[in-house]
């Protein structure tokens, strides 16, 4: 049986995952393995006794991560993976607070805050505060506070000169104390908070140093200061700490990841080297061979080599599109005819640098008839409608949630107006009570009634729901508060909504609480934890949609990589430091190393971006590749329209040419310009009054040239 874990391992992995039981970094280039030597080290450990399941600790990047390692393990071991601490940073922080609360200064019930709760918490402070978020925007504010937080950093140890910096300090302090007051804690404080209680109780780092003997933690290059900090908590020198990660693949340095954690590690636990895999098991030759000469343009790189015995396979494809709609088109073209030819739709990844690009492809999409996903992008538990429910149901377990009640007080509308909620806010403050005591102990006035009815209706829930399920709770406060009829009304989107609520009651139907009793803690909280991951047609066979940053770890048979042009990839904002154009060059690198067969590379002429429409040019990352692997699919090969092999190009061909309105004009027809002389229609795209129309001048070469403007000059 030992073999079996073991077969198929190389060398270099196999002494990686039966490596002894001492601290180790496996410093790797993308597909080498380092993931699956990981899972394969926790079973091997587990079998060979070891460890035990409750003696292991292990981090991943995303929850999703965390899930397919336990499927993983579970497949390799009989092992109840449910019980073992496997999880992201924010989830094992979770776990531990929920266990040692009292020891944190949490309310056994706390509730979490996703990025958009937490900024609603600020503006809700600044408000309070009488602040002006024109001086203080709520985002730099937010900015600031988890800036600190991720360096372990609170408000009291800070001090500064200036008066700006001095009341941002002043801000983090206060926004600290309301969240104390309300029992919520964000995710950097999730972090920030077991860190703390970990470092003050050496009694408590010490019982889990001695549990978890193994610690083991992927993708490594993206762990920020006061992760590692935490990580350096819990395993002691004593204790075997494994990193895996890729330096070419740190992309979250904008959040405080810190590559110099891998040689913090060496000197920290005194490995003497890392372990190196070289051998890449995921992509094609010419994949690898165009992502190692992309990335090897960076500078200060740990270095690695990376081959493959898979073959060259075929040649990165790249279209060249004229606009932003054409791209897409052209995708979804594409990946209806990879499908045709038996491709499974999950198999294949639409990747893009923004996720304001997802809008047209979804448009396509739908248009299209393609399933599709959005993975970590349209957050299913960020739906306004799933946030209205949440919040009753927050209310319901801890009526003192003054975001839930701020959230909902009025929706559906109810008749309590801006004016009734802020003599409420400064009720609350002025006593130095909850938002719901005030509201329980306001009396008189207009709207006192309108106020005294949504306390019943949140008292009557909180005591309906005591007997029920998690799912009937749900059911209920979607029926009871309203929110079903005021969506019913909705004629624009209120199905969709509807259909969303529904989906919220299946998702709580489908969830297993490890105590029954704290069901709907726990589900609020895999809510927010979760709010990325979790997607409403999980399972079915779709198109995967989503940014370069989610694609992390993950690998696709074919990977389309769409919006290439300068500005949107390299991000405008990263390109002018040399540092932020690096970052977007291992983007680019951690995006091409998603393929295992096919590449596409895309990028369009004309783009509409936030409202505008603008003329990009070529990534500079398309020209960094070496011409030789890269199969041009633009307009200009279009025109020779023998069939293709690959089942796309004939629909590509035909669409414009042989569309009958070409401004006039007719494929291979004859004419003449005012300023280019003689030439030759060869190609078109475009239809209605948006023609371009491609011309093969006797002296001055191929042209596109667009019919609004070059009309008159045409005869
Ligand atoms: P990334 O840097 O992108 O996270 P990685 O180094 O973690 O990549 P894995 O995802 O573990 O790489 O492995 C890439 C692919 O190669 C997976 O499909 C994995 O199953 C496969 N693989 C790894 N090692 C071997 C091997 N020895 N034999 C066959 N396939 C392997
Ligand atoms: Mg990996």
């Known amino acids: 049986m030992n073999n079996d874990l073991l077969a198929g391992l190389n060398p270099e992995q196999l002494s990686a995952v039966t490596w002894p039981a001492k601290s180790a970094l496996v410093l790797a280039g993308a597909g080498s393995g380092k993931t699956r030597v990981l899972t394969t080290r926790i ?23 965390a899930r397919e390692m336990q499927t993983r393990l579970a497949a390799m071991i009989p092992v109840n993976v449910k019980t073992m601490w496997i999880g992201t940073f924010h989830g094992l922080c979770n776990r531990f607070l929920r266990v040692h609360y009292r020891d944190a200064g949490l309310p056994q019930t706390f509730q979490i805050l996703d990025s958009g709760d937490q900024s609603s918490a600020i503006k809700r402070l600044l408000k309070s505060l009488d602040i002006s978020d024109e001086k203080f925007p709520p985002k730099q504010v937010q900015q600031f506070i988890n800036g600190q937080k991720e360096s372990g950093v609170r408000a009291g140890e800070l001090s500064a000169h200036d008066p700006y910096t001095r009341k941002l300090i002043e801000l983090y302090a ?5 969240c104390q007051r309300e029992g919520v804690v964000d995710f950097a404080e999730l972090l920030l908070r077991s860190y703390e209680v970990l470092s003050r109780n050496a ?54 990841a810190e590559v110099g954690n891998m040689r913090a590690l060496l000197s920290d636990y005194g490995v003497t080297g890392p372990i190196r895999l070289e051998q890449n098991y995921r992509s094609a030759g010419t994949i690898l061979d165009a992502a190692n000469a992309l990335i090897e343009r960076n500078d200060g790189r740990l270095g690695k080599s990376l081959w493959t ?15 932003d709609g054409e791209e897409a088109q052209f995708i979804v073209d594409e990946v209806k005819a990879l499908a045709r030819d038996g491709w499974n739709l999950a198999d294949m990844a639409v990747l893009y640098r923004s996720n304001a690009q997802s809008r047209i492809l979804e448009h396509v999409l739908v248009q299209s008839g393609v399933a599709y996903r959005i993975y970590g992008g349209l957050r299913f538990f960020e739906r306004q409608e799933i946030k209205h429910a949440l919040a009753y ?15 909902v007080i009025n929706v559906p509308a109810r008749g309590i107006g801006a004016r009734s909620v802020e003599n409420l806010q400064t009720a609350s403050r002025e006593q130095g009570v909850s938002l719901w005591q005030a509201l329980c102990g306001a009396g008189g006035g207009r709207t006192a009634g309108k106020l005294a009815e949504f306390v019943r209706l949140i008292d009557s829930l909180r005591q309906r729901c005591e007997a029920l399920s998690l799912a009937e709770t749900i059911s209920l406060i979607i029926d009871a508060s309203g929110l079903r009829a005021m969506y019913e009304a909705d004629r624009k989107d209120g199905e969709e909504r509807l259909a969303n609520l529904d989906e919220l009651v299946n998702a709580a139907l489908g969830f297993l609480p490890q105590e029954p009793a704290m069901a709907v803690i726990e589900f609020l909280t895999q ?11 999980a399972g079915a066979d779709a198109l995967q949609l989503m940014t370069v940053h989610a694609a992390k770890g993950l690998e696709f048979d074919a990977v389309f990589v769409g919006g290439l042009e300068e500005g949107l990839f390299p991000h405008e904002n990263s ?18 190393t998603r393929a295992r067969k096919r590449l596409y590379l895309s990028c369009a002429q004309s783009r509409m971006l936030h409202g505008q429409s603008r003329y990009p040019i070529r990534s500079r990352f398309v020209d960094e590749l070496p011409a030789e692997l ?17 089942g796309y190009a004939q629909g590509r061909i035909a669409a414009a040419p042989l569309a009958a309105n070409l401004g006039g004009w007719k494929m291979g027809q004859g004419l003449h310009h005012t300023k280019f002389g003689d030439g030759v229609v060869i190609n078109a795209e475009g239809a209605g009054d948006d023609v371009r129309l491609q011309i093969n001048f006797a002296e001055h070469g191929i042209k596109w040239l667009d019919l609004r403007y070059a009309k008159d000059k045409l005869s």
């Open 43 to 65: 079973a091997w450990l587990l079998q060979t006794g070891q460890a035990s399941p409750a003696g292991v600790l292990a981090v991943t990047f995303t929850n999703k991560a």
């Open 174 to 178: 206060a926004y600290d104390a309301q």
């Open 203 to 256: 009694a408590l780092s010490e019982h889990y140093r001695n549990r978890f003997r193994f610690v083991l933690v992927d993708e490594f290059q993206d762990t920020n200061r006061l992760q590692y900090a935490w990580l350096k908590l819990l395993a002691g020198p004593d204790n075997a700490l494994f990193a895996v990660g890729d330096d070419d693949q740190s992309i979250y340095a904008f959040r405080g």
């Open 309 to 323: 015995d898979a073959g060259p396979g075929d040649k990165i494809r790249l279209f060249e599109a004229y606009s």
């Open 393 to 407: 149901l927050r209310l319901v377990a801890n009526p003192e949630d003054d975001n839930a009640l701020l959230r």
């Open 527 to 537: 809510a927010s934890l979760e709010a990325g991951d979790h997607q409403a047609d």
């Open 575 to 592: 390109m002018n430091d040399g540092k932020g154009l690096e970052e977007e060059r291992r983007l680019m690198y951690v995006a091409m």
């Open 630 to 646: 890269l199969q041009t699919l633009s307009a200009t090969v279009k025109k020779t329209a023998a069939p293709a092999r690959d």
